[in-house]
C-alpha cells in the first residue's frame, strides 16, 4: 500500500464522453480545418485531431480514453547520493552515452537545532545504458564540494552563487549561438543581484558549459523545476514558473504575501534577452476543488517539455508541508490545461495505508486521496525511498520502442530536513501514456478533416486482444473507393509503428488531398497514428 492512495490499477480508465465540445474549446484544442499534417506523430488523447467517437452498442459501451502509468524499474533506485532533486537526461548518441544534469543538494552543515542545511550544485553524471550511473572527478571548480566533483555550473569567482533545476532546452538552430546543447538553470544566493534568477547557458560536448557567458534571461525568484519550452505554431519560448513578482514578495501575512505556489507562464519570441522587459508572469494554473477536498492546496511546480505539438506538463500538486505527487496534465497552447479528472475504475474502494497519520494539526481527519487523480508515479510503499515526494522530470528518452522517464523520490516529509533524495526510472510504450481504446463490440475515432502530406499511414497500437480496421473518407464522411473497411486488412498485432495498406494500396496515393481517417476498435488501442514516407 503507498503513502496515501492505493495503488491504481494500469491503465486506469477516463471516459471520453467527458470531453465536451466545450470543454475542448477551453483547453485550446480545436484547430481550424482541414487541419494541415507533417511526419510527427498525432496523439488522440485530447481530441486536437479527433473529431468523434461512438461505440457500435452505443447504449452500453463508449470509446474510451486510457492512462497508462509508467512501470517503476525493478533496481530503483538508479542512483544515490548527495540527495539530488531535479533533473533532466538525454541520450548522445555520437558519444554513446547518457547524460543527466541534476540539483545536487549538498550537506554543508548539520545543525540540529537549525536544521541541515544544503547548497545545491547542477552536478553531472553519465551511463553507457541509461540504468546503471557513474559520477566523473571533472574537478571543474577545485574546492567545491562533493567528491567526485562532478559540479558542472558554477561560478569560480563568486561560490556562494548556487546553481539549481537544470533543464535541457532545444531550440531552434537560429537561437543555438553555435552550441550543440543548452541549458537552463537557476541561480540563487549570496552571489549578488547581478546573477540571481533564471539562465541560458551553452555547451558544445555537454560536459564543460560556457558559464562565463550565461545569459540571465528572466530575473525572479521563482524557486523550483523552472522549464523553457519552444513552441513553433506560436514562434515563441514559454516559461512555466512562480509569479513571485507579485506574491510572497513582501510583508509577513498571508493576507498581503499570497501564495506562490501557484503555475505562472511567461513567453519571449526572443531567447537571450531579458524576458520581463516585454511582460510579466501571468498565473494559469490554481488548485481547483478537488484539490482543496484533498487539501492539496497548492502546486509546486510544472516542469513541461513541448513534444509534438504538445504540452506535456508534470505537475506537482503539493499538500502544505508533507506529500508531494506529479500528476500528467496536457495542454495545446499553453495557456489552458486538461487534468483529466474524471471518474476512474478502480480494482477496489481506495483507502489510506494503515499507520499513516490522517490528521491535521487541529486534530481533525483529513479527506482520503481516493479515486482521482491519477499520479504519473506511485509513491512508494512505507519506509521506502519514495515513499513521500516525488518529483517527475518530462525529459523522456525514447530507447527503441519504449520511453523511459526519470524522476526523484524522497523518504521524507517536505516540512522536515530528516529525508534523502534519490533518482528512479520507469518506462512506458514510445507514445503510450494515454490511447483511445475501443470496447468488445467495437467503436470509431474519427479524425477532422486532414490535408494528408503523403506516405504511409502508421500506427502505434496494441490490438493483440482484438482488431483494427481503418477506413478513410471525405469531408462528408463518404469512403474513398478502394479505402473502405472492408478493403483493409485486419491488424491483431501489437506495433509502435505498424503500416495500414488497402490491398496493397497506401495513402501515398492520396497525398495532397483532404480526408478523414476513421479506425473501427474492437478491444483495441490506438495510441497515435502519423504519416511516414512511402514504402
Same mark, same amino acid.
Not at 522587459?277 to 513541448?306: A, C, K, W
Given at each position: 500500500m503507498n503513502r496515501l492512495f492505493r495503488r491504481l490499477p494500469v491503465p486506469t480508465l477516463f471516459a471520453l464522453s467527458l470531453l465536451t465540445a466545450t470543454a475542448a474549446t477551453e483547453a485550446g484544442s480545436i484547430p481550424e480545418e482541414p487541419v494541415t499534417i507533417g511526419a510527427e506523430p498525432q496523439f488522440l488523447h485530447d481530441r486536437w485531431i479527433v473529431d468523434n467517437t461512438w461505440a457500435i452498442r452505443y447504449k452500453r459501451q463508449a470509446v474510451q480514453r486510457v492512462f497508462h502509468q509508467p512501470r517503476k524499474h525493478p533496481g530503483n533506485p538508479v542512483m544515490t547520493g548527495d540527495s539530488p532533486s531535479y533533473l533532466w537526461v538525454i541520450q548522445d548518441k555520437e558519444a554513446g552515452l547518457f547524460r543527466m544534469y541534476y540539483q545536487a543538494n549538498i550537506l554543508i552543515r548539520d545543525d540540529k537545532e537549525k536544521g541541515r542545511k544544503y547548497m545545491t550544485r547542477v552536478a553531472y553524471a553519465e551511463s553507457k545504458d541509461g540504468i546503471a550511473w557513474t559520477r566523473p572527478h571533472l574537478d571543474f571548480f577545485p574546492g567545491l564540494k562533493p567528491e567526485p566533483n562532478n559540479i558542472v555550473i558554477a561560478r569560480s569567482d563568486r561560490p556562494q552563487a548556487e546553481a539549481s533545476a537544470p533543464m535541457i532546452l532545444d531550440a531552434p538552430e537560429r537561437d543555438r549561438r553555435g552550441y550543440k546543447h543548452l541549458m537552463v538553470y537557476r541561480v540563487k544566493g549570496r552571489g549578488g543581484a547581478d546573477l540571481n534568477g533564471i539562465h541560458v547557458v551553452g555547451s558544445q560536448d555537454g560536459v564543460r558549459w560556457d558559464v562565463e557567458n550565461s545569459r540571465r534571461i528572466v530575473h525572479l525568484h521563482s524557486d523550483h523545476a523552472n522549464t523553457i519550452s519552444y513552441d513553433p505554431r506560436r514562434e515563441e519560448y514559454v516559461l512555466f514558473c512562480r509569479a513571485k513578482d507579485i506574491y510572497r514578495a513582501w510583508g509577513e501575512e498571508m493576507i498581503d504575501t499570497g501564495a506562490s505556489r501557484r503555475i505562472a507562464r511567461l513567453a519571449s519570441r526572443e531567447l537571450w534577452t531579458?524576458?520581463?522587459?516585454?511582460?510579466?508572469?501571468?498565473?494559469?494554473?490554481? !488548485?481547483?476543488?478537488?484539490? @482543496?477536498?484533498?487539501?492539496?492546496? %497548492?502546486?509546486?511546480?510544472? !516542469?513541461?517539455? $513541448? %513534444? #509534438?505539438?504538445?504540452?506535456? @506538463?508534470?505537475?506537482?500538486? %503539493?499538500?502544505?508541508?508533507?506529500?508531494?505527487?506529479?500528476?500528467?496534465?496536457? @495542454?495545446? =497552447?499553453? %495557456? $489552458?490545461?486538461?487534468?483529466?479528472?474524471?471518474? #476512474? =475504475?478502480?480494482?477496489?474502494?481506495? #483507502?489510506?495505508? !494503515?499507520?499513516?497519520?490522517?490528521?491535521?494539526? #487541529?486534530?481533525?481527519?483529513? !479527506?482520503?486521496l481516493g479515486a482521482r487523480p491519477p499520479k504519473l508515479f506511485e509513491w512508494g510503499a512505507e519506509g521506502e525511498w519514495d515513499d513521500t515526494m516525488i518529483f517527475g522530470s518530462p525529459g523522456w528518452v525514447e530507447v527503441g520502442d519504449e520511453w523511459r522517464l526519470y524522476y526523484t523520490g524522497w523518504d521524507g516529509e517536505h516540512g522536515t530536513t530528516d529525508r534523502t533524495g534519490a533518482i528512479g526510472m520507469a518506462t512506458i510504450r514510445k507514445e503510450g501514456l494515454y490511447s483511445l481504446r475501443g470496447p468488445a463490440g467495437g467503436g470509431v475515432v474519427a479524425t477532422r478533416r486532414l490535408i494528408w502530406p503523403g506516405g504511409d499511414l502508421t500506427i502505434n497500437a496494441d490490438a493483440s486482444d482484438g482488431e483494427i480496421t481503418v477506413r478513410i473518407s471525405d469531408a462528408k464522411r463518404k469512403p474513398l473507393p478502394g479505402f473502405d473497411h472492408a478493403d483493409n486488412a485486419k491488424f491483431t498485432g501489437d506495433e509502435t509503428a505498424h503500416i495500414v495498406k488497402w490491398g496493397g494500396q497506401s495513402l501515398e496515393a492520396l497525398k495532397g488531398r483532404e480526408i478523414r481517417i476513421e479506425f473501427f476498435l474492437r478491444d483495441a488501442d490506438l495510441y497515435t497514428f502519423r504519416a511516414a514516407p512511402g514504402s
Open positions: 531579458d524576458w520581463m522587459e516585454q511582460g510579466q508572469p501571468q498565473t494559469i494554473l490554481i !488548485p481547483d476543488g478537488v484539490d @482543496s477536498e484533498l487539501h492539496f492546496n %497548492f502546486f509546486y511546480g510544472m !516542469p513541461t517539455r $513541448h %513534444f #509534438a505539438g504538445v504540452y506535456w @506538463s508534470f505537475l506537482e500538486p %503539493f499538500r502544505m508541508n508533507d506529500f508531494i505527487y506529479t500528476e500528467l496534465v496536457t @495542454s495545446r =497552447d499553453g %495557456f $489552458h490545461f486538461d487534468r483529466f479528472r474524471g471518474p #476512474a =475504475d478502480y480494482a477496489e474502494p481506495p #483507502a489510506l495505508r !494503515p499507520g499513516v497519520n490522517t490528521l491535521d494539526k #487541529a486534530g481533525k481527519q483529513l !479527506p482520503q
